[in-house]
């Protein structure tokens, strides 16, 4: 079945360090691609998506790009902040029109 | 204005009661979601809900029952709640279903079972 991996936790850095958080997937179709984050003690906020191969998705300083050939959507922001300490997670949809999530980076920012 | 609301936010109860959960949203959508989330923060689908009509069950136990009276609604009844089912429930939805929708999730409702 279509499965998400991603980068394993936690993740700690410096304000303004840069970020990536690596994430995988296996599908059998084409899914849409989709980064949420959860910041403590509330529910998900859908952070970006891509809907097809090639496509950038950004918001809030993030991005990541729908990479077909090698089944990635890796997460990037160039200068992170401390108001960006959450838990991100990768998300998977097609079909079945379920997502399905990897299990969750938790990111720390230390001013 | 709350776009996807869900009550109680915390559920505090013993080993074979039964409890409900509610959720409504706002954002006139057609298709509704109930998620869980362990204690690791692994998530999970349980079941979807387009147009009042059960699209996705996802091998839950029959204990767990959704109801949706209207499709502003989308309810989770547990009957004889066991320890594992300790965990933050939550509901979404999204505008038709389709792979390409925003889901728009909910603030959760942390259940605890003792």
């Known amino acids: 079945g279509d499965s998400v991996t991603q980068m394993e936790g936690p993740v700690t850095l410096s304000e303004e360090a840069c970020l990536t958080i690596?994430?995988?997937?296996?599908?059998?179709?084409?899914?849409?691609l989709f980064w949420y984050v959860q910041y403590p003690g509330e529910g998900l906020q859908l952070l970006l998506k891509?809907?097809?191969?090639?496509d950038k998705g950004s918001n809030k300083g993030f991005e990541a790009t729908y990479r077909k050939e090698t089944t990635s959507f890796h997460l990037e922001k160039g200068s992170v902040q401390v108001s960006d300490s959450a838990v991100y997670f990768c998300?998977?949809?097609?079909?079945?029109?379920?997502?399905?999530f990897g299990q969750g980076t938790r990111l720390t920012i230390n001013p | 204005d709350t776009a996807v609301s869900q009550t109680p936010k915390y559920l505090v109860t013993q080993m074979g009661n039964d409890k409900s959960i509610k959720c409504e949203q706002n954002?006139?959508?057609?298709?509704m979601y109930w998620y869980k989330q362990d204690s690791k923060k692994f998530l999970k689908i349980m079941f979807s809900?387009?147009?009042?009509?059960?699209?996705i069950n996802e091998t839950v136990p029959n204990r767990f029952s959704p109801k949706s009276p209207d499709k502003a609604h989308l309810n989770l009844h547990i009957n004889s709640l066991e320890l594992g089912d300790s965990a933050v429930y939550f509901c979404?939805?999204?505008?038709?279903?389709?792979?390409?929708?925003?889901?728009?999730f909910g603030p959760g409702t942390r259940l605890t079972v003792l």
């Open positions: 979404a939805s999204s505008s038709s279903g389709r792979s390409t929708d925003t889901q728009y």
């Open positions: 690596n994430c995988t997937y296996t599908a059998t179709g084409y899914p849409s």
């Open positions: 891509a809907t097809k191969a090639d």
């Open positions: 998300a998977l949809c097609q079909g079945a029109q379920k997502l399905v």
């Open positions: 954002l006139g959508h057609d298709t």
């Open positions: 809900y387009n147009n009042k009509e059960l699209i």
